[in-house]
């Protein structure tokens, strides 16, 4: 088995797709894959698909949907004669589990490179950080199931799992800053400044990077820039490593390394 959840849903057995056409059993397939082998219940379940108010047909209308599902993947496993949709899909005391049997999910996968990265970053093999968060964050092939409507649970999933694509994204800057990859970074981060204005990591290592490409005027206004923003929308200054940053960028004559800037980002 195999699910990609960080884009549009996709799920296959034996390259078979069980993805169903109907919104509801799509949204309940996801669920269960973001929980694989654990266990979802009912009440995980009814509080997706409708919210505080579900209907009283709740339980029978779930009966239906797992069985689209159940038909979903009898059809995927039809060349496997031993093969029961019930062993794949589990009906458990107090709800269902999806049984992975060593598949694997998109999710997972980019949970475990994302970990392999950050232990390369922290280790400071800044080559294999790069390389792993970078293999991570090939894996968003658009925003998480970006074909699904969400209810409260899977928006849960998808604020948390954004927040980590986030995290990796800036830790893969960080490690390209410190291989001296500033030129290769620049339009990257431009971008994510005007997608992410507020985010001051983003601004710092922007900041760094057009240092380290010698255009300090650029730097000092993209100083200038978050500072604005930062005082009108929250009312707080930046963080102490912006404002240090901007010393060390109007200091100019100190010469600095890639990593001796990025600490002080």
């Not at 339980?59 to 689209?68: E, M, P, S």
């Not at 996968?109 to 093999?125: I, M, N, T, V």
């Not at 800036?170 to 970074?185: P, T, Y």
């Amino acid at each position: 088995m195999r699910i990609n959840l960080l884009g549009p849903l996709q799920a296959t057995i034996d390259q078979t797709s069980i993805v169903p056409s109907a919104a509801k059993p799509c949204q309940i397939l996801a669920l269960l894959a973001l929980n694989g082998d654990r266990l979802v219940t009912k009440s995980a379940i009814f509080e997706e698909l409708w919210e505080n108010n579900p209907p009283h047909s709740a339980t029978t209308t779930l009966h239906t949907y797992i069985h689209q599902l159940r038909r979903q993947i009898s059809r995927a496993m039809a060349g496997d004669p031993s093969g029961d949709s019930r062993d794949v899909l589990v009906t458990e005391r107090g709800g269902y589990s999806l049984r992975m049997s060593g598949g694997l999910t998109d999710v997972q996968e980019f949970q475990r490179l994302g970990r392999a990265g950050s232990a390369a970053f922290e280790r400071r093999d800044y080559n294999a950080a790069s390389s792993r968060l970078g293999d991570a964050l090939a894996l968003w092939r658009a925003p998480m199931l970006s074909d699904i409507q969400f209810g409260p649970q899977l928006a849960m999933h998808a604020l948390s799992l954004g927040d980590l694509r986030l995290a990796a994204l800036d830790r893969r800057i960080e490690a390209d800053l410190q291989l001296g990859r500033h030129l290769e970074v620049l339009g990257e981060l431009r971008a994510l400044t005007a997608q992410h204005p507020l985010n001051e990591s983003f601004a710092a290592h922007y900041m760094t990077a057009l240092y380290l490409s010698g255009d300090v005027g650029t730097a000092l206004g993209e100083f200038r820039r978050i500072r604005t923003l930062l005082v009108a929308e929250l009312g707080v200054e930046p963080a102490r490593r912006l404002h240090e940053l901007q010393q060390v960028i109007l200091s100019g004559g100190v010469p600095l390394s890639g990593r001796d800037l990025v600490g002080a980002a």
